[in-house]
């Protein structure tokens, strides 16, 4: 079982304790939202960023608040507090709640709120040596079938693509859109970084990453950025590829299909903006400990 505390509908549990209902339509039809969000020298990063982008997924699919958003926000701080941890993985999700065995929304009637406070490392030490990748044989699902910002409790798409990659003894998949154009990763936006000028995917067909729009302000005073659609090819004549998520941070590609990514090391751009990144993570943030005279920022 993982470190930590679990706060569900008010209460506070130890990870094993904590429970939510068979009945949940977030268990029984992925009906729910989440959002994943780290600490770091006990302050939340993008907190304000996370809540807004949570609210809106919930708006999309018709999932009302089980509470206003601040009140949210605070059960997240006091979350994050409670766990004694400095460094760490926020996972809040809210679900539809109980309902019966039919999938109509309408018949829960309470959503739940249900915050998740551990630690999380995704690559490790690949963070500095980089990351293998396969191209996904599975799509990812196009926006009219479902808009990309509902970070929704129904990740088998992703989660098809990361098997591809397991199977294949990769770190990471990168999916395709229904056009063929190069999307995002299982849990990640992705950059291409070509001739100096750094490249991401537009977010019409991905999750409008939290990271992604970091890097993309970090960027902008160093490096020409272009937000713009590309193909497999493109990906693989690159000089740098990295990927980004509030879980994975910033990672390089080094490999895709078996094919190395220019020399097969991490670039400088790449290293050079994991190191603003990391500054900024550092340095910026919601304090977990309110009271105690430091400020939010
Ligand atoms: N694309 C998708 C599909 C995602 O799920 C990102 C991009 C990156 O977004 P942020 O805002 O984190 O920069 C995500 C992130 C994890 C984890 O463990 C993250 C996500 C989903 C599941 C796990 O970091 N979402």
Redesign the pocket.
């Known amino acids: 079982m993982p470190e930590g505390i679990v706060y569900v509908d008010g209460a506070y549990f130890p990870p094993a304790e904590a429970k939510i209902s068979v009945f949940d339509h977030g268990l029984l039809y992925g009906d729910g939202v989440f959002e ?1 969000i780290r600490f770091y020298n006990s302050r939340i990063f993008k907190l304000d960023e996370h809540m807004a982008r949570m609210a809106h997924s919930a708006e999309l699919i018709g999932l009302p608040l089980p509470m206003p958003i601040e009140k949210i926000k605070a059960a997240i701080v006091e979350t994050a507090s409670r766990s004694k941890l400095t460094d760490g993985y926020i996972r809040p999700l809210i679900t539809r709640g109980p309902g019966d065995l039919g999938l109509d929304p309408r018949k829960s009637k309470a959503s739940s709120l249900v915050v998740i406070c551990s630690t ?1 490392s ?1 690559y490790g030490s690949k963070h500095m040596t980089g990351l293998s990748a396969i191209i996904a044989k599975v799509r990812r699902v196009p926006p009219s079938a479902l808009n990309p910002n509902v ?1 929704s409790l129904n ?1 088998l798409n ?1 989660i098809l693509a990361k098997s591809e990659a397991n199977a294949k003894g990769a770190d990471e998949a990168i999916l395709l859109d229904i056009d063929a154009y190069v999307a ?6 992705i950059f291409v970084v070509k001739g100096g000028t750094i490249y991401s995917p537009p977010t019409s067909t ?2 409008v ?4 729009q970091t890097i993309l302000d970090l960027a902008k005073d160093h490096y020409p950025t272009k937000v713009e659609r590309f193909k497999t090819d493109f990906l693989l004549t690159a000089d740098e590829i990295f990927i ?5 941070e910033v990672a390089p590609i080094v490999d895709i299909d078996g094919q190395k990514i220019a020399d097969g090391k991490p670039g400088p751009v790449t290293q050079d903006l994991q190191k603003r990144y990391f500054e900024l993570v550092r340095s910026t943030g919601t304090s977990i400990h309110p009271n105690n005279g430091h400020g939010s920022h």
């Not at 995002?184 to 936006?189: H, M, P, Q, T």
């Not at 990453?209 to 992604?212: A, E, S």
């Not at 980004?244 to 994975?248: L, N």
Request: aromatic share 4%.
């Open positions: 994943g999380i995704l970070k990740y992703n995002e990763a299982s849990a990640d936006n991905n999750l990453g939290i990271t992604r980004t998520g509030t879980g994975g």
